[in-house]
Structures are given as C-alpha cells and as structure tokens.
C-alpha cells in the first residue's frame, strides 16, 4: 500500500509471475514503476487500487513512484 508518499512496505517478497495488488490510501496519485520497467502499475489515484504481474526472473528490483521519483522501494523475486 501507499500512504504518506511512502511504499509500505517497501521491501517485498514475492513470487516469480506473481500479481500484485497496490492500495493507494493517499491524497496524491502514485505509480508503482520498475526501474527497467519490468512492471508499472500506471497511474493509481487516491483511494484506488492498481496491480502489477511480478518479473517471472528471481531477483531485485528496485522501483520508484514515476510522479514522485523520491519514493522508492524494492521488490524481490524469488
Ligand atoms: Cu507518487
């Protein structure tokens, strides 16, 4: 989820092809984007939801909010 311009949590574990939901319980629109794009929620508005399929490749990847690019945070495939 994402409240106060924070990914919380902002480390998560998932699995490879996983989908993942996105729960914005802010006042702002955010995104949810891979720094290689790998996944990209698109934009998700205040009190909306949005979700993303998991890379199906094990590791690390880091993502921003591509509004905000001070918010960050890292999924890890495995
Ligand atoms: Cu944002």
């Known amino acids: 989820m994402i409240s106060d ?3 919380a949590p902002s480390a998560l574990t998932v699995s490879p092809g996983q989908t993942v ?3 914005n319980h802010d006042s702002s629109t955010h995104t949810v984007t891979a ?7 698109g934009d998700i508005a205040p009190g909306k939801s949005g979700s993303f399929t ?3 490749k094990p590791g690390s ?3 921003i909010c591509t ?3 001070f918010m960050h945070g890292t999924l890890t495939v495995r």
């Open 5 to 7: 311009f924070t990914f």
């Open 21 to 23: 939901t996105v729960v």
């Open 35 to 41: 720094g290689d794009k790998s996944f990209d929620t």
């Open 54 to 56: 998991a890379p199906t």
């Open 61 to 63: 990847y880091p993502y």
């Open 67 to 69: 509004i905000h690019q």
